[in-house]
């Protein structure tokens, strides 16, 4: 490729993509303050973890009737929508926490968590050019991570040093500012293809297959970063693991969206389930600290590739109406997977122990090799 041909290369960063990046940075911002205040607000270990069921039950029913609500009001009115769940129900908090209340806002707010995760999602995907779709989305992808790195920490710094009531109003606050850039966002999908709904998209082998290889990638990163604290001795370790497999996943992100554009996305994924697997297959042989660090960095680079590659994959498979449909199924494999994953494995590891549950877990995403083998053949 020589340099008149890298120079006419359209840009990634356009002025309609920053925007949607703006209302997406200020609703995962909102939803990661309080992420991990809810939990300390009901005091119970029951109570918790109803709260955060709640909200993620909540996430993915709303993940799967988006494709629909975007076919029929567009984006405009289905983000505003999202943004207003997320922020208005936390102003209940500054009023009462009791437990009803909570459940009730978890909710409003998963139902517009899951709501955006797929419409800003399917928005960024029609944004982005399409020669550039895979450095576009992993760029994409690196930005909408940093609400998590830093809401996270800061919400229950907040609520030790501010109150409570500081941070349910930031939460609301963080939500609603998206809106005022919502008038110069595209106002509904263009183009027509494959129908919007999701339960036709699973109809679809192109479209079930990538995401089973993801969701068993993500099976697997909900596993570490639930019971990897209990499996290496000494948290600086655990520190360690989760920011390397954390950094690596989003560098890898990234780097795999640029050779995805130039190669193609399906080819990288049985190399990617394979690294992944490869990471999480220490976690069964040692707990010493270096290695362990080493394998989650590994294993970041193997879910950074897949995730990457599965949704390039999908999404070349329909046209601009079908992005929608393509994010529901996509994120209901990340959560889903995530979910049952930490669930599973914790009734298994009770049984067997953790190195056998590890084990387990690497033959199950050995097993995401057949679905793999068979959209790179395709």
Not at 59 to 67: G, N, Y
Not at 344 to 352: I, S
Request: hydrophobic share 60%; aromatic share 6%; net charge positive.
């Amino acid at each position: 490729m020589n340099a008149t041909t890298v120079a006419k290369r359209p840009p990634i960063v356009t002025r309609p993509l920053v925007l949607m990046l703006v209302a997406d940075l200020g609703a995962l911002t909102s939803f990661y303050l309080l992420l991990s205040v809810v939990p300390i607000v009901v005091a119970g270990t029951a109570r918790a973890g109803a709260a955060t069921a709640a909200l993620m039950l909540a996430t993915m029913a709303a993940e799967l009737v988006t494709p629909r609500l975007i076919a029929r009001f567009g984006y405009r009115a289905v983000i505003a929508g999202s943004l207003l769940l997320l922020g208005l129900p936390a102003l209940a908090l500054t009023v009462t926490t009791s437990m009803p209340v909570v459940l009730a806002v978890c909710v409003l707010r998963g139902a517009g968590f899951g709501v955006m995760m797929v419409a800003g999602g399917a928005l960024a995907a029609e944004l982005v050019p399409v020669e550039r779709r895979g450095e576009g989305l992993g760029l994409y992808g690196a930005a909408v991570g940093l609400p998590g790195v830093v809401g996270l920490p800061l919400g229950v710094w907040l609520a030790a040093h501010a109150g409570l009531p500081v941070v349910f109003a930031a939460a609301t606050a963080t939500a609603l500012a998206g809106l005022a850039v919502l008038p110069s966002l595209p106002a509904r999908p263009a183009g027509s293809g494959l129908p919007a709904g999701v339960a036709a998209g699973l109809r679809h082998g192109a479209m079930v297959r990538p995401a089973l290889v993801f969701g068993a990638t993500a099976m697997a990163a909900g596993i570490v970063v639930t019971f990897l604290p209990l499996a290496v001795p000494g948290s600086a370790a655990v520190t360690q693991a989760l920011l390397a497999q954390s950094v690596t996943a989003t560098v890898a992100r990234w780097l795999a969206g640029r050779h995805s554009d130039r190669h193609g996305p399906t080819a990288l994924l049985v190399p990617g389930l394979l690294v992944a697997t490869a990471g999480m297959l220490t976690l069964v042989i040692t707990t010493d600290p270096a290695v362990v660090v080493a394998g989650m960095a590994l294993f970041g680079i193997g879910f950074g590739i897949v995730q990457n590659a599965s949704l390039v994959t999908m999404l070349g498979q329909v046209s601009p109406a079908g992005y929608g449909m393509v994010n529901a199924i996509w994120s209901v494999a990340y959560d889903g997977g995530m979910g049952l994953g930490a669930a599973g494995f914790g009734a298994l590891a009770t049984w067997t122990g953790l190195p056998v549950a590890f084990a387990v877990t690497t033959l199950i995403m050995l097993a995401a090799l057949k679905p793999a083998r068979r959209v790179t053949r395709r």
